[in-house]
């Protein structure tokens, strides 16, 4: 039988799936079939968003994770930020809008709102947001306008892999980072001690400087260097980590670390570009939070939100408190420059290489 293209979208169930609150009232209002489409779009995205990123955090939850399965993860995290690319278009349709002609269906869609959308909640869980800092429409949570199927699955998701728990198991175990009496800690957190030390120096060979700057300049080196030192100590470590200023384990934060200091080298180009891309994928989400809240300010100002939230205020505090990998941001506090990099043992550098690469070295 002839497959029609018609019935493979399954578009009689797809451009049927419009039923405006305002015909149904009695007074058409023309924008509310915008208003349905557009939600509808990014639903479809979500879906989309989630089957890649179900498949992404099934690679790196591997007990072991091939270098081929990093690739294939990096390349589904690029088509998610290529999505999400297009959801700064899908808002610009959606602001052609006015919030006069949105007004003329606005009070037929309470009590729906977009906190009951379960695919994006979905994807929050998904990516690893700390539910213990999440932001909360009131004290009975965002859950509480679920529908009990709905709440039952979110709560699945979460008993099960996350993408920040995949990411900080993938670190864990990356590699490299000790050879024989070599540790990676221990080399940056000398070349960390040489610096300060070379500062401290500096600062009393300059006579023309006033005590009290250079009693200032002394305490911001103290500061920084005690902030350098939390990340080599493990009880330190795990102290910020109790107190919530930390989240990703030392032993995989010393691995981003790592890759990111020594990522010119060849076999880590890769997993610093998914790094890299990892962070840009948290960031999109907040754009997106930010867009949205934006759109809901211009929209219904002050308006309490269909859902009962404050609105704008609400969205707001989810832009920064909902971030997953702000570990990951933080570490370019402790990139030192290139010319104070501990050089690498020959054993791990010839590692670090491409096979190919080091037979050439070995021919001349």
Known sequence: MRLYYGDYLQLEKILGAQTLRSTEAGATAHDEMLFIIVH??????????????????ARLSQPYVPESDVGIALDRIRRMLMIMNVFDGHFDVLETMTPQQFMEFRDLLYPASGFESVQFRMLEV???????????IDAAGYRSRLREEDRRTLEQIERGPTLFRAVEHWLEKMPFMESGSYRFLDAYRQAVEQIFEHDRAELASISTLHPSERQRQLEQISRLEAHFGALFDPTAYAQLVERGEKRLSQRATL??????????????????????????????????????????SRMIGQRTGTGGSSGFDYLMK?????RVFADLAALSSYILPSSRVPPLPDDI????????????????
């Open 40 to 57: 509808q779009a990014f639903e479809l995205w979500f879906k989309q968003l989630l089957w890649e990123l179900r498949d992404v955090i």
């Open 255 to 296: 691995a981003a670390l790592f890759i990111t200091v020594y990522s010119h080298y060849p076999l880590l180009q890769q997993p610093f570009r998914f790094l890299d891309a990892i962070l840009e994928l948290d960031k999109r989400l907040s754009m997106f939070r930010f867009r949205h809240a934006l759109m809901v």
């Open 349 to 364: 550098a010839q590692r670090l290489h491409f096979v190919a690469e080091v037979n050439h070295d070995d021919l001349r």
């Open 126 to 136: 998904l990516v690893g947001v700390d539910e213990s800092r999440r932001v909360q």
């Open 318 to 322: 989810t832009v920064l408190e909902h």
